[in-house]
DNA sequence: GGATAATCGAGACGGTACGTCGCGTCTTCAT
DNA sequence: ATGAAGACGCGACGTACCGTCTCGATTATCC
């Protein structure tokens, strides 16, 4: 009985092996089915039979890709066209644009995807790799989007070159997600306004002259 | 702060039925054994069965008074001896006192009992009552007291009265939920310094020299 | 003068004490709501939680005179106004009387208490005092009866003395039973006729001229 | 006697569906925890969990090919080497092997599992095909087997042929039937012996020579 | 082209835990 | 000081999924 080896890499290069290779259309279909699964019911309800039986594939296929029901659902969340990505920065300068992002951010915890990723991360293994991409796929690619506006603000003097940009954009992101997850108070574009506002208090320099 | 969950304090009004009472052995019993198995396995391997053979107790009692296994973990980390509270208010100054409240809010999100409670409340309902009452009990409180320091601040003319209070407790208690459950930095009292450096800068009044 | 007596509920107020005077009441109530909810849905399906709701009676009031739910459908049946007893005396030979006693057995095997008498009955301890007082109650008394008819009717010369009574009872009810348990054909007036020609042929004398 | 009750024989027909078929070794380890446990406590203390556990068998595995406990119980006893057939058939007369096998009958009731069939009998659906199964295999293929050597004792000569055969078998295995409910009396060969005797009473032909 | 081999669908398997029901016992309060 | 109300420990119920293990059928590469 040769080991196992779990690879979910699929189109892995030479083909080497003599049997039927992997069906990529198979491994689409289950991640297609885990999205609306969860879309419908949350993260919570899905089961790989659910996904199985949805995808037109059997069980062991899934396990063939991934190792249990968590992994196929962060790896669903992962494919979906979510994106948020900032790309559009036709913005005049890099605080706007963070703003702008800041908003898409939180337009996007306001659907039901925001809190899908949220109880995946908290219900995640934390310590494992495809926690760690889940992570960063979903939140903190959007810091990482954040602090490269930051860093620009500062080459262009518009914020103070001694500002902790780690602290933050901790402090921005954080408030947002703390929002999110304690819904003691509003997560909108209001807060986006006031969070940079307070968070950049004492960090802006004096534009104008700046500039000069 | 009465915040009234549901009904599983036995002796909770009126109405004092006729049958036998609930025994508050069994619930002490049973939250005991909840405790144990969280702080054992994580709340994830909670399991009702395992509940009530440690307790020694039927399922059913269980049930009597939790409907789910979620309920009965937050009502079990709620009685914990969590405390955090900072009571110990020989402070100085109230951003003093902030500091020290935060360092125990650190130092509780570093035990297992950290990320426990962070997992239930990603994990929760959201809108029950119980997960309302969780999330003010184990982080909400915490920003209560920060709100009350920072406004004892004001007061004292240490803060800028035009302070956006709540814009920046979220942006200090967020920052370090935020690291909690992403973990892509540090979470101790060198970013607890930081942070309220950065949070106050452009807020501080008078800086005095007293701070060391 | 006598005081009026305001006291117009059910039970004789022997006992004035301090309370024991529902007792009959109670105990008849619970007899009542067994054999209601036998009649609905059987006696697999009665439990003690069933009977106490409907009797509005606790449950350890059942368990004071009942050891468990077996005795109590088994007194609850016994105490129904299935009689069957075969007073009608009014026959002209006991031969006719038989035959009409053994149609009113059928006839009450027809109905569902037909059944039920049968599952309790095998279902039952086999020893235990109550059960053979439920199986003398149902069964056996209905045998005695005919017993006492076929010696009436040795008495009277229609069947030979040397007939083994005890082994034609046995024939006639068992076949009778037989046939209830094993639905394997009709359980009718036809059958009691046929059956008591064939069990009695060969014992019957001729008649008429035992008549003269 | 093909009597399909539902399809729990695996390799049954056609339509050999495409997953893992059912283990076979998984069903006989079912029956025969089964029939340990109804000889070890009866049928009435029989449980699913008490099958599984002592099968080596998750309970689904039950479930999937039998619909509760009584089917399991009954498939269980009818897979019983309890045979009781009367093969043996180098009698002389089918009298003499219709008291042969009466006696058979009698040492099969007065086992444990007599009192067994019994009770499953009486506690079953009734109407559920496989308690019609169970009801023939135990009891109504004894009455075949009587009514065979019947037909056979008529064609010799030996019965009268205008007997009613359907109710004297009746008679003869009813009141071996009764007997055993009701316990009102002995079930031993002696009882065979003369019910025989009273049922065949006035159907003999010639008894000239049996008469020594 | 035929053999070989890995994957596919399907689904049964041994399990674990679920949430419910009913048992028979106990405890308290109102009568 | 009895009896209704009802909670208790317990045990079994029947169900939902878990992750694993056969199956026959399919689809590729290798010889």
Chains 1, 2, 3, 4 share one sequence.
């Not at 290779?21 to 659910?50: C, F, H, Q, V």
């Not at 948020?84 to 703003?99: F, H, I, K, T």
């Not at 990723?117 to 934390?126: K, P, Q, R």
């Not at 402090?171 to 006031?194: E, N, P, S, T």
Request: hydrophobic content about 40%; overall charge positive.
């Amino acid at each position: 009985m040769a080991m196992k080896v779990k690879d979910n890499s699929p189109p892995n290069s030479a083909a080497r092996g003599r049997g039927r290779p992997r069906s990529d259309s198979a491994r689409r279909a289950i991640l297609r089915a885990a999205r609306e699964l969860i879309e419908e019911n949350g993260p919570t309800a899905l089961t790989m039979e659910g996904i199985a039986a949805r995808a037109g594939v059997g069980k062991p296929t899934i396990y063939r890709w991934w190792p249990d029901r968590h992994s196929v659902a962060m790896a669903a969340l992962m494919e979906s066209e979510s994106a948020v990505s900032s790309s559009g920065s036709n913005s005049r300068s890099p605080l706007e644009a963070l703003q702008r992002q800041l908003r898409k951010v939180v337009a996007l915890f306001a659907t039901s995807m925001g809190r899908n990723v949220t109880t995946m991360i908290a219900s995640a293994d934390h310590d494992s790799e495809l926690s760690k991409a889940f992570r960063n796929h979903f939140v903190l690619a959007r810091r990482e989007e954040g602090r490269s506006l930051l860093l620009q603000a500062v080459d262009r003097g518009e914020i103070r070159p001694d500002a902790d940009v780690e602290i933050v954009l901790d402090m921005i992101y954080g408030a947002l997600f703390f929002r999110l997850l304690m819904g003691h108070a509003a997560l909108d574009d209001a807060l986006v306004k006031q969070l940079l506002e307070e968070a950049l208090r004492g960090l802006r320099r004096r534009q104008r002259r700046a500039s000069k």
